[in-house]
């Protein structure tokens, strides 16, 4: 049968292009980002030992694991690795940058090549400067918290498990919450490109989308289920 998408879904769909085109209008800035990270020309102007960050960041970032229990049976294995993720990548980016150190001792080049700050915050007391590709990354991961949070709440209100959730954010996306969580780990790996990101972020991001496809062919027994594929996307 044709799959027929509504209006709304293909606007959805040209933002999301465009959303993943912006970086090209900013290339230098995004490339000096990406490059001092993976180089380790950051090392200099690293936040180090601030540990209140650490875990306030990892409280906050692991609670949005919590939405999903509304929709599936737990599985501590997947948390287990998202933890780990989160866990990992704020104690490298606020307490001790090991891959930082290790890329400036083996990969550290004669290129004065940094990036360049265009905005400052403080940040629970410590001052956090900002490039243009962290900004960026940042605006990735609040509209995939706005997601997360609306379809946390969508789910919530029909947690009866009597009904399948349809309506709502559920009909532009089958699998909205995953888009979130997917969009904040692309944020994270854009703000913060290291060895660590890099290989995490692929690992997480098949891991999403294999509890998405568990997901399809457990409702896709259901009619009413397979008419809904029809009309609404898999992710975007």
């Known amino acids: 049968m044709k799959r027929i998408y509504n209006k709304k879904i293909i606007f959805i769909r040209i933002f999301t292009i465009l959303l993943f085109l912006a970086p090209i209008l900013f290339f230098n800035e995004f490339y000096a980002h990406i490059y001092a990270h993976f180089m ?30 509304f929709r599936r049976t737990i599985n501590w294995k997947e948390y287990g690795l998202v933890s780990a993720f989160f866990i990992s990548l704020f104690v490298e980016m606020y307490g001790v940058p090991l891959t930082i150190y290790f890329s400036s001792k083996y990969f550290t080049s004669s290129s004065d090549i940094m990036p360049v700050s265009s905005h ?18 940042i605006f990735l991961m609040l ?52 060895f660590l990101t890099t290989i995490f972020a692929p690992l997480l991001i098949v891991m999403y ?6 997901e399809e062919k457990e409702l896709s027994i259901l009619e009413k289920y397979r008419k809904y594929k029809l009309r ?3 992710l975007i």
């Open 209 to 214: 989308i294999r509890l998405c496809l568990t």
């Open 40 to 69: 380790g020309n950051i090392k200099s102007v690293m936040i180090l030992n601030q540990w209140h960050l650490v875990l306030l960041n990892i409280i906050a970032f692991s609670a949005f694991l919590i939405p999903l229990s």
């Open 232 to 234: 609404v996307p898999f």
């Open 143 to 194: 509209i995939g918290t706005f997601i997360i949070l609306i379809g946390w709440i969508t789910l919530y209100r029909n947690s009866d498990g009597k009904k399948i959730v349809i309506h709502g954010i559920y009909s532009y996306s089958r699998h909205p919450q995953y888009v979130g969580f997917i969009l904040i780990i692309l944020g994270w790996l854009v703000g913060w490109p290291t």
């Open 120 to 137: 400052s915050i403080n940040f629970f007391g410590t001052d956090i400067a900002m490039t243009k590709a962290m900004i960026y990354g």
